[in-house]
């Protein structure tokens, strides 16, 4: 079953095929609550971030769980307009205490620029945050380290300064928007995509070529998606606080038959090529 795959970081660090999304989730009862859920429906890999403010509620809720912690993948963020080393060390602290879970699986930098100022050449501060973090891996404290929203002109100077490739690039991918420069560079690198707004905030369910293959396969189009984006080797991270879409997000059991995949892979919505932001 899906929820029990895994793929494998460059650094042989396993990680589950399918993780929880948080972004949006309100801290408190809403977090703790949808978490809590995920955890009990079979989720190994949850994912969350310091911006999202929710992660003393997603760290209760994994502790609650009674889920043995080496059982589950945890991965959380540096905040995207944090660009100096001990900035990087201090929110990863803060993300450790609120988060109370030992250690954390993943940690990426949550974008190349501030989300106040998207496009800023943030490569200086990107690379200080990157040398903590790597600290902080050798240290023991991660897993694996990575970044997120960076496209190959954020990553080549991080490991040219370092000599160390991200484990994980986390971005904005679904049908119809796939980021292919940056898909294909981190495919050619060993880095693992992650594919956040795998449904595309909903935009695509009622696409007529999504809608048809659902048909075709009898199941619902949220679930087409998920399963595109395992087919393309990434790694989707949806997101819901209902508890039928938590489980049904996690049935992925089918796969795309070829034909299939190249209709989806034309699908494309030019109003979907919004600004990223996760």
């Known amino acids: 079953m899906i929820k029990d795959e ?49 992660e003393e509620s997603v760290g209760k809720a994994i502790k609650d769980s009674k889920i043995k912690r080496e059982e589950l993948f945890i991965t959380t963020k540096l905040p995207s307009h944090i660009k100096t080393y001990e900035g990087a060390k201090e929110a990863f602290m803060t993300s450790l205490k609120y988060l109370d879970c030992g250690y954390i699986d993943l940690y990426l930098i949550h974008a190349p620029w501030p ?75 060993n880095i693992l995509v992650e594919a956040y707004s795998p449904l595309a905030t909903g935009n ?8 048809k293959i659902a048909e075709k396969y009898n199941v619902t189009p949220a679930k087409i998606a998920i399963r595109y984006c395992l087919e393309k080797g990434t790694l989707p991270l949806p997101k819901s606080t209902h508890e039928e879409r938590i489980k049904a997000n996690l049935e992925i059991d089918f796969e795309l038959k070829e034909e299939d995949i190249k209709i989806l892979d034309k699908v494309h919505n030019p109003e979907l090529d919004r600004k990223f932001r996760s």
């Open 115 to 189: 989300w106040s100022n998207v496009g800023e050449d943030c490569t200086k501060g990107n690379i200080e945050a990157w040398k903590a973090m790597i600290e902080l891996y050798n240290e023991g404290l991660i897993r694996a380290i990575g970044v997120s929203n960076f496209r190959p002109e954020h990553i080549k100077p991080l490991v040219e300064a370092t000599g160390f490739v991200p484990h994980a690039d986390q971005i904005r991918f679904f049908i119809g928007n796939t980021q292919d420069e940056v898909y294909n560079y981190c495919k050619e690198n």
């Open 6 to 54: 895994c793929y494998v970081l460059s650094n042989g660090v396993k990680i589950p095929k399918i993780a929880f999304g948080t972004w949006q989730v309100k801290p408190g009862d809403e977090a703790y609550n949808s978490v809590s859920m995920a955890l009990k429906l079979g989720y190994k890999h949850i994912d969350t971030a310091l911006a999202y403010e929710n």
């Open 204 to 211: 695509i369910l009622n696409s007529p070529e999504i809608l």
